[in-house]
């Protein structure tokens, strides 16, 4: 599956371009946005197979994204992460659609395997 | 014959041994006459005096001196009238009066008194229970978000410190001829195995924080006392105290309200520490006695609470720690205990040990 497009949407440049760079090598191409608008934007122009947003953004929240995302592109697999925690807490729920909350650090081969499973998760959800 | 009060009378006669008068008498009649003096008996050759009360109040004085050689008895008597005998009896009885209804509403007003005043005490008690109560959970709240927010700035830093270990890690991976690659590597892991180091802190840390706002949710005991323990985790291994953790097997998780269990596990921990000398052992045991509860207890060889102490241990302000201690911890982790349904007991000898039991519902209670 390599050749793989995501789209990652997390308010911490830093961070987020670093991820950009690091997926790049383990095979995945990768675009950032730093707020939800710009993610919609980018959405529209490009074409994703995968969308990874933080649950905290500015403006818009990471939830309110992913509800836009849901509607507006059903197919496109979903995987949040979060710096509150272990987002696997059940004290957070997830989204309707989205496939796994991850914890920031993040462990980038957990990442990457994530989002091929999300994608496989997706196809046989909807052949 | 007319006498005032206060006046003494006196008479003399004589009769024979049988009370007949033989001479008048001012007090009994005249000659023949039957006096109603009794004769005291065998009083020949003596003199005989004799004292008593009247009904008026006075007193009688009465002398028999046998005539010798006659049967005729010589008789003197005189009385003495009560002066102010009746304002003494009503005087005594103001005074009597006037004694009881003072003792009596002293008695009255000092019960009242004692009343109120034991009322008073216990409401600004139960006042400032609920004060102290109130203040703790809120400074707990506090304590916890604070910590949140700082573990969660912390752990955006960590992120990309992680982030930029790992592209580093794998440009030296991937990158042919990289000059010095293990060392990098080996730099590299240690920097990972550190970010993993803190981002478990802060994890722990973020946890606590979010749960103290928690209402109902299932909590598995072991794993929040064994969070609660990772927090003391330092003072332990420097004290050298011995930490036991018994888990029995199929012990069900519960539904209760983690934020306050974590605030009684930790009140209760922290006092085994505190009573345990360094080198110590506390032994934590939680099992399941019936379906509806688990029980936890925490045990510790420290010095032991005297008897007395121990009735007192959970009310509020009592503290065995001097100035150091509130003496609200153990007050304020019973009345949470009771909140959540629960009881909590606790059994101590001194020289042994303390052993605190606190058994709570499987299902939250209200």
Redesign the interface.
Request: net charge negative; aromatic share 14%.
């Given at each position: 599956m390599n050749g793989l497009r995501a789209l990652l949407v997390d308010d911490?440049e830093?961070?987020v371009s670093?991820?950009v760079?690091?997926l790049d090598?383990?095979g995945v191409t990768a675009g950032y946005a730093i707020d939800g608008e710009k993610a919609l934007e980018m959405l529209q122009k490009a074409s994703y197979d995968v969308v990874v947003v933080d649950l905290k953004l500015p403006g818009m929240s990471g939830v309110e994204l992913v509800h836009i995302v849901r509607k507006a592109y059903p197919k496109l697999p979903i995987i949040m992460i979060t710096?509150?925690?272990?987002g696997r807490?059940?004290?957070y729920e997830k989204p309707e659609g989205v496939y796994d909350f991850l914890?920031?650090?993040?462990d980038?081969s957990e990442l990457v395997t994530k989002m091929k499973e999300a994608i496989e998760a997706n196809e046989h959800r909807q052949p | 014959m007319s006498t005032k009060p206060g006046e003494l009378q006196t008479d003399a006669f004589i009769v024979n041994d049988c009370g007949i008068l033989q001479t008048v008498s001012t007090f009994y009649g005249t000659v023949l006459d039957s006096i109603d003096l009794t004769i005291p008996p065998h009083i020949r050759n003596r003199e005989i005096i004799s004292e008593q009360d009247q009904l008026n109040g006075g007193t009688m004085t009465t002398g028999f001196t046998y005539v010798e050689g006659s049967p005729f008895i010589l008789v003197a008597v005189s009385r003495h009238q009560a002066a102010f005998k009746h304002w003494f009896y009503q005087r005594a009885d103001v005074i009597w009066f006037l004694v009881a209804s003072i003792a009596g509403i002293l008695l009255v007003g000092s019960m009242r008194s004692r009343h109120i005043v034991n009322r008073l005490r216990e409401s600004d008690i139960r006042r400032a229970r609920i004060h102290h109560n109130l203040e703790y959970t809120n400074k707990m709240v506090t304590l916890g978000r604070l910590a949140a927010g700082v573990a969660h700035e912390i752990n955006n830093a960590l992120a990309i410190i992680n982030e930029k270990a790992g592209l580093v890690r794998d440009i030296a991976t991937h990158t042919e001829d990289f000059p010095r690659r293990d060392k990098i590597l080996g730099i590299v892991d240690s920097i990972t195995t550190s970010v993993d180091r803190c981002s478990r802190v802060t994890r722990r840390l973020l946890g606590f924080g979010r749960r103290m706002d928690a209402q109902k949710e299932r909590v598995d005991l072991a794993s929040l006392v064994n969070d609660v323990l990772e927090f003391q985790k330092t003072e332990a291994i420097y004290r050298r105290i011995q930490i036991d953790i018994d888990v029995a097997p199929d012990t069900q998780s519960i539904e209760s309200d983690r934020g306050q269990l974590q605030q009684v596990f930790l009140n209760l921990i922290s006092n085994a520490y505190a009573a345990v000398e360094d080198g110590g052992r506390i032994d934590i045991t939680i099992s399941q006695p019936n379906s509806n509860e688990v029980a936890v207890t925490i045990s510790d060889d420290g010095a032991g609470i005297p008897e007395n102490d121990l009735k007192s241990i959970f009310e509020p302000f009592f503290s065995t720690k001097g100035e150091a201690g509130t003496g609200l911890g153990l007050s304020i982790t019973r009345d949470l205990v009771e909140k959540l349904g629960g009881l909590i007991e606790v059994t101590s000898e001194v020289g042994k040990g303390t052993r605190f039991t606190v058994n709570l519902p499987v299902d939250k209670v209200g």
């Open positions: 911490e830093e961070f670093t991820l760079e690091w090598y383990r710096g509150r925690g272990s807490d059940q004290e914890p920031k650090p993040i980038i | -």
